[in-house]
């Protein structure tokens, strides 16, 4: 089976842009969720969409948005972007495992540079 | 304010060492403890989980031992290679929703 694919696997914007990110998960996955991981901060989640709808939402500000289509592929979007928008951004899949716990698999990452 | 505290933030180990990383929490509600392995470049890969109701698990050189009571969940990577050097998260969620919260990372170097 395929992994979590993502892409662009490099951007480099400039101040005031917008940009888009792709995630593409595991085939049978219907939950993903985002994260932003930079090297003073570590993971820090930002939303997670199930079924086309957002379920959880971590404490970023509105210009981070997203979506998710019917084939379960997620967009994330950031706006007018600022040079700390800088960083690694993860897509995860997961699936409810028989044990009744998400399984969450991570993508390679849209390695995001804001100059 | 961080939901799963990591330490320590780097870590050097001889090969054949045995690497201890440490995790706490202070949400009861958490019940799934998954390590994560991320090597340059890549995403992190799922390494190895525990629930709650468990206070050890082994799979291969790598093992997580739970102690409830004390919130406080641990790594130990037996016999270290220079192949596992590598920066490890550990995690924490709950069952019934699907929000993981990490800890911040400890880069480990085994040295041969």
């Known amino acids: 089976k395929a992994g979590v694919t993502q892409t662009p696997r490099y951007l480099i914007k400039t101040r005031g842009q917008q940009v888009t990110l792709s995630c593409s998960p595991i085939s049978g996955h219907r939950s993903v969720s985002w994260y932003q991981q930079t090297p003073g901060q570590g993971l820090q989640f930002l939303f997670e969409?199930?079924?086309?709808?957002?379920?959880n939402k971590g404490n970023f500000p509105g210009r981070f948005s997203g979506r998710q289509f019917s084939n379960s592929r997620s967009e994330m979007n950031v706006s007018t972007l600022e040079l700390g928008d800088s960083a690694l951004y993860l897509c995860a899949s997961s699936i409810r495992t028989s044990g009744g716990y998400n399984e969450q698999f991570f993508g390679p990452g849209t390695r995001l540079t804001v100059l | 304010q961080q939901q799963v505290k990591q330490s320590p933030q780097s870590l050097i180990v001889q090969k054949g060492g045995i690497s201890i990383i440490n995790c706490a929490y202070e949400n009861t509600a958490f019940d799934y403890f998954p390590w994560y392995q991320q090597f340059p470049g890549k995403g992190p890969a799922l390494l190895i989980a525990?629930?709650?109701?468990?206070s050890e698990k082994k799979e291969g050189r790598f093992t997580i031992s739970f102690n409830k009571s004390a919130k406080q969940f641990s790594l130990h990577i037996m016999d270290s290679q220079p192949g596992d050097s590598a920066t490890y998260f550990c995690a924490a969620s709950m069952m019934a929703g699907n929000q993981f919260y990490f800890g911040t990372g400890t880069s480990l170097t085994v040295i041969p």
């Open positions: 525990i629930r709650p109701d468990v």
């Open positions: 969409y199930f079924s086309e709808t957002q379920r």
